[in-house]
């Protein structure tokens, strides 16, 4: 079943069940999957909702804690995780990175490449680059 299929199913489950802040959420979603599979050069469902889940959480510095805004964007992060894949330590990505360079790629891009699709959505690219560059 794939994530949009998903996303439907639960959307129909939301509105039985009467809980509107899900099915917002969750409308949200299929909105930003709608609109990808419009867009010229389409991506993946999964790099769809990491990319939402990003902006989502980007915008919690725009309000301060406590706000309704701010409270409504936290709970909307929550009814995403279900569809996120499960985060990765630290320690995991380093050990990844140390079998990368075992295996033979000595410079951070080469590093970076095959790390990537490995870590997608499931850790920080920025903080990942972070550690490839103190590996290197």
Known sequence: ????????????????AKQQERLDALRMLKAEYIKNNTAAKPTDEL????????RLS????MYQAGTEAHDKILKELDV???YLPQAMSEAEVVALINDIKA?????????????Q???????????ASELV????
């Open 1 to 16: 079943m794939t994530l949009m299929e998903q996303v439907n199913n639960d959307i129909k489950e939301a509105m039985k």
């Open 58 to 61: 980007d915008s919690l510095e």
């Open 80 to 82: 995403l995780k279900a």
């Open 103 to 115: 295996k033979g790629a000595k410079d951070m891009g080469a590093i970076m490449k095959e790390l």
């Open 133 to 136: 560059k103190a590996a290197v």
């Open 47 to 54: 790099s769809v909702t990491v990319a939402h889940a990003k």
């Open 117 to 127: 699709p490995q870590i997608k959505g499931r850790f920080d690219g920025k903080r």
